[in-house]
């Protein structure tokens, strides 16, 4: 605010009282002159009066203001010159223009006038101030000392200047200390790690009894060993069970080695014909004990669901995975299945309607399992509806049976608009063949409903649907089919499933174990030979995966084009966007399998903006944690995952660098 308007507002406005003086002498003009006359040489004086004292305030105000002006300038540029903290004023192209003593001491150097500053600081940018930073500050470091650089860009140029005029004022607050203090802590806090033995009963079961006590003291000798290598504490409080603390200094260590304590503990040959494999789950950053305790457990519980032989750190909502190489070995018990068929019987009854849903573009594992939650509802007199939006060259075959021969289902299969209305808060949610909320039919379902059924044998990922009332998850399992056959079976005392639910359930086995050839267990024959009791008609099953011309030549020409690379894996593109480019890659992608050397086949395809990848594995390769780089999920053997915003080619080689990567990381072990 400049002076005369400052004065303007403190000086009483008088004017007014005079020109009302004034109007009144001149109207008094006509009744008395005289005595107007008089008043007019007073009201003369009086502005003669009012004009002086306010002319005499004015210049009062000024000297006034001038001086308080004069007193800030020199109290300011006191406080510039003698400021504690180094203050240094550079160009926009970093030359220093100004510098107080104490900037020059932290470099300990003279004369550095008009040089550059990030000469003189390494890793120092003018840019990364320039651009705009809600933070107003950067870190630096100078000679073993850090500190937080404050900085304020100030506007110097003049308004008849047509460009702007910037000088960049940096403040440097000496953090050193304070970045010690908060290392040694993160350093020291604790950690909580549980261990599992994921096959503890049977290597003792399969292991000769005078062998039995030296592989167990071998797997208790190499955690100790561990534990005593991160200055920790073990503890075991059962049989196949541990738990250990370190301080948080070591984490960086364990992971480094990609916790080569899961290929230490497999080694163990003491007489034993299993592998000992274990799992491990850490928690960071928790609040509290407690709270490192429930991340760890938590963390355990995901690698038990993923199949063993791996590490999960779960650090607050983020997850780190390591090992999971190993296939992972059948040991389901009859007894949990009774125990799941029955809680599943119970959670029907108690509901009037039934939501089944697999996941979007199903197969015919998820649809066929979900033809079998359906006749398990519908068994108890129960509403039941399967969730599907759409059908794609996997199902088409199945769905188009429905339509010609079995038309009673097409009233009770509802796309997810139509679900959404059904649904209500008492309704049960049954997800078949998936665990990931997202890419599940109709996700809004989940949000309605307040029971949630989870039954899925893909190795659980980070994203889980939240709180299921009831949760079925078996990697060791061939297929959701198959633990739904299971389930079938304990549900009731009277075999109650049609014919064509039998040979849904039958294809879904079928498409999952290739023809019978990839994690086929005992279970998975007993499932088969219960539906093959059932009236599955193994000939009408296999005219389920018929393709048409089309899609034949589509296959085939995937597989002319494939690369391979590393000698064991093929790479392929089907550069199609079309409603069945996806089932069509990850039929390739088996197919690629059958050529002579080839452990590991992945091919790319377009769909609606994304890079859709399908990998496949004899099992050599972890197909699963190669495509988590890119951040899909799914089994040793079956894995897929979508990349988003690149072309088709681009993807290709990050798929290339992720294969590389793992082939690497296993090549270090």
């Known amino acids: 605010m400049s002076n005369k308007k400052l004065f303007k507002i403190l000086t009483p406005d008088t004017k007014i009282y005079l020109w009302i003086i004034g109007i009144l002498l001149l109207i008094m003009w006509f009744y008395e002159p005289k005595i107007s006359a008089i008043g007019i040489l007073i009201l003369l004086y009086l502005i003669y009066y009012h004009w002086r004292n306010v002319h005499l305030k004015k210049v009062e105000w000024g000297k006034y203001i001038q001086g308080l002006t004069e007193e800030f300038d020199s109290a300011t540029k006191h406080a510039i010159l003698n400021l504690p903290l180094p203050l240094v004023l550079v160009e926009v192209d970093g030359t220093i223009s100004w510098y107080n003593p104490k900037f020059s001491d932290i470099l ?19 840019d990364n101030i320039m651009e705009e930073n809600d933070d107003m500050a950067i870190e630096a470091t100078i000679k073993d000392r850090e500190y937080k650089v404050l900085y304020n860009v100030v506007d110097v140029s003049n308004k008849d200047e047509t460009t702007k005029n910037y000088i960049i004022m940096l403040y440097w607050l000496d953090i050193t200390t304070f970045n010690i203090l908060k290392n040694k802590y993160n350093d020291e806090r604790m950690i909580v790690s549980l261990i599992q033995v994921d096959n503890y009963s049977e290597v003792k079961n399969s292991t000769e009894e005078e062998n039995r006590p030296i592989v167990l003291a ?74 490192q305790y429930e991340y760890a457990k938590a963390a355990i519980d995901i690698a038990l669901g993923r199949g063993g032989d791996q590490a999960v750190v779960k650090k607050i909502d983020k997850l780190s995975f390591y090992g999971g190489k190993s296939k992972a070995v059948e040991k389901r018990t009859k007894v949990k299945a009774r125990v799941i068929a029955h809680a599943l019987r119970q959670l029907i009854d108690q509901t009037d309607k039934v939501f089944i849903m697999g996941h979007k573009i199903g197969d015919m594992d998820s649809f066929g399992s979900s033809i079998g939650i359906y006749r398990a509802a519908k068994n108890r007199d129960k509403e039941a509806y399967i ?128 023809n019978f050839t990839f994690k086929t267990g005992v279970r998975t024959f007993e499932a088969a030979s219960f539906l093959r009791r059932a009236g599955a008609d193994t000939t009408i099953v296999r005219q389920l995966f018929r393709n048409d011309l089309d899609t034949f030549m589509w296959k085939a020409e995937v597989v002319r084009n494939a690369e391979i690379i590393e000698e064991k894996v093929a790479i392929s593109l089907l550069d199609r966007d079309n409603d069945n480019s996806i089932i069509i890659a990850a039929q390739s992608a088996d197919d690629l399998l059958n050529i002579k050397q080839i452990s590991a086949s992945f091919v790319l395809t377009r769909k609606n903006n994304y890079i859709h990848v399908s990998g496949r594995s004899l099992g050599d390769i972890n197909v699963q944690l190669i495509l988590e780089k890119l951040g899909g999920g799914g089994h040793l053997t079956t894995a897929g995952a979508q990349i988003e915003d690149v072309s088709i080619e681009e993807a290709k080689e990050i798929l290339k660098d992720a294969i590389k990567e793992y082939l690497r990381e296993g090549d270090e072990k």
């Open 387 to 514: 969730v599907l939006n759409g059908t794609n060259p996997a199902i088409k075959n199945i769905y188009s049976k429905i339509q010609d021969e079995h038309r009673e289902y097409l009233d009770d299969i509802i796309g997810s608009e139509q679900a959404k209305v059904l649904a209500d808060k008492s309704s049960l949610c049954v997800v078949v063949d998936t665990h990931k909320p997202s890419f599940v039919e109709a996700p809004d379902v989940l949000d309605i409903v307040e029971k949630v059924v989870v039954i899925d044998h893909h190795r659980r990922g980070a994203d889980f649907i939240e709180e299921p009332i009831l949760t079925y998850l078996e990697p060791y399992a061939s297929s959701t089919a198959e633990l739904v056959t299971e389930i079938l079976y304990y549900m009731g005392d009277k075999l109650d499933i049609e014919k064509f639910d039998a040979e849904a359930l039958l294809a879904g086995i079928t498409v999952d174990t290739k």
């Open 218 to 291: 071998e797997i208790d000798k190499r955690l100790n060993t561990l534990t005593s290598r991160i200055n920790g504490f073990i503890r075991k409080y059962e049989n196949d069970k541990y738990i250990i603390i370190f301080e948080n200094k070591h984490l960086e260590y364990l992971e480094t080695k990609k916790f080569d304590i899961l290929d230490d503990i497999r080694s163990i040959d003491e007489g034993n014909d299993i592998p000992v494999t274990l799992s491990i789950g850490v928690g960071v950053n928790g609040k509290n004990p407690a709270q």
């Open 108 to 126: 300990d150097k003279k004369g550095i006038l008009e040089k550059n500053i990030e000469d003189l600081v390494p890793n120092f940018s003018i």
